[in-house]
C-alpha cells in the first residue's frame, strides 16, 4: 500500500459546527503532515507529527486541533472556523531518516475540500 | 528566510519539450524536488534530486541543478496534453528526520494539441 488516503474527500459545514478530516496511511511512515492550500497558491505548512508526537505548529489557530492517534492515523479537528478557513486540506507523510541524510520524500493524500459558510 | 521562485504560465504545443525554471535561497537545502498537482488532486512526486548533483534523468523528465546560482529545472521531453498540470518546485530546509518543504507559487503548464 503506497497511498495517503484522506476523507471525506468534501466537507461543507457552518461556522458553528466541529467535524473532523481523517487521513490513513500504512506504508510505515512515521512522519505525518497537515497542510493548508488555498486556490491558485502553494501548500503551507500546518503541523507535523513525528513518531505521534506534534513537532511543528506553524503558528495554527486553535480553531484547529490536530490527533495523531496511532502511527497510521492522522486527524484535524476544526471547530468555530470562518470562511476564509475554506481550502484544500492536504494530509502527507514521509519516512523518518537521521537527521538531514534521507530524501524524506512526501507522499499526499488527494485532499478534504473544506467550506465554511 | 527561504524563498523558492517560479514563472506562473508556460505553454507549449503537445510533441514539444518543456522547461520550468525555479530559483531558491537557502544554500543548506539538501533536497530539492518537483511535485505535480493537477485540478482538484493532491500532489504527486515527480523527481526530487540531492544538492551534491548537477543533473538528475527519469525517463522523459531531466532534472538540471546550479547549485552557485540556487536554480533548478525541470525538462520534460515529448510534452503530452496529460502533462497539463501544476508543477512544483520545492526545497526541503532544516537538520530534523522528517521533512519541512518550502514551495514554489506553482507553474501552471498548458500543452495544446
Known amino acids: 500500500d503506497t497511498e495517503v488516503t484522506q476523507t471525506p474527500k468534501h466537507l461543507v459545514m457552518g461556522m458553528t459546527n466541529k467535524k473532523s478530516l481523517k487521513c490513513e496511511q500504512h506504508?510505515?511512515?512515521?512522519?505525518m503532515y497537515w497542510y493548508k492550500q488555498k486556490a491558485k497558491k502553494p501548500p503551507e505548512l500546518m503541523f507535523v507529527?513525528?513518531?505521534?508526537?506534534?513537532?511543528i505548529n506553524e503558528s495554527v489557530p486553535s480553531r484547529f486541533s490536530p490527533e495523531c492517534p496511532n502511527s497510521s492515523l492522522l486527524n484535524l479537528h476544526l471547530h468555530a472556523l470562518q470562511p476564509e478557513d475554506s481550502a484544500l486540506y492536504l494530509c502527507?507523510?514521509?519516512?523518518?531518516?537521521?537527521?538531514?541524510?534521507?530524501?524524506?520524500?512526501?507522499?499526499f493524500g488527494a485532499g478534504s475540500r473544506l467550506t465554511v459558510l | 528566510g527561504e524563498d523558492v521562485e517560479q514563472s506562473l504560465f508556460l505553454s507549449v504545443r503537445e510533441g514539444d519539450s518543456s522547461v520550468i525554471n525555479c530559483t531558491y535561497t537557502d544554500s543548506s537545502s539538501t533536497y530539492l524536488y518537483w511535485y505535480k498537482q493537477e485540478p482538484g488532486a493532491g500532489l504527486q512526486l515527480l523527481t526530487y534530486i540531492f544538492s551534491n548533483m548537477d543533473m538528475k534523468q527519469d525517463q522523459r523528465l531531466t532534472v538540471l541543478l546550479n547549485k552557485k546560482d540556487k536554480h533548478l529545472s525541470l525538462r520534460i521531453a515529448d510534452t503530452q496534453t496529460g502533462d497539463s498540470a501544476i508543477y512544483f518546485c520545492a526545497e526541503r530546509g532544516g537538520n530534523s528526520g522528517y521533512s519541512t518543504l518550502t514551495f514554489g507559487k506553482g507553474t501552471m503548464l498548458l500543452v495544446s494539441p
Open positions: 502527507a507523510s514521509s519516512q523518518e531518516s537521521q537527521g538531514a541524510g534521507g530524501a524524506n520524500v512526501l507522499t
Open positions: 506504508m510505515g511512515h512515521r512522519a
Open positions: 507529527y513525528s513518531y505521534e508526537k506534534l513537532s
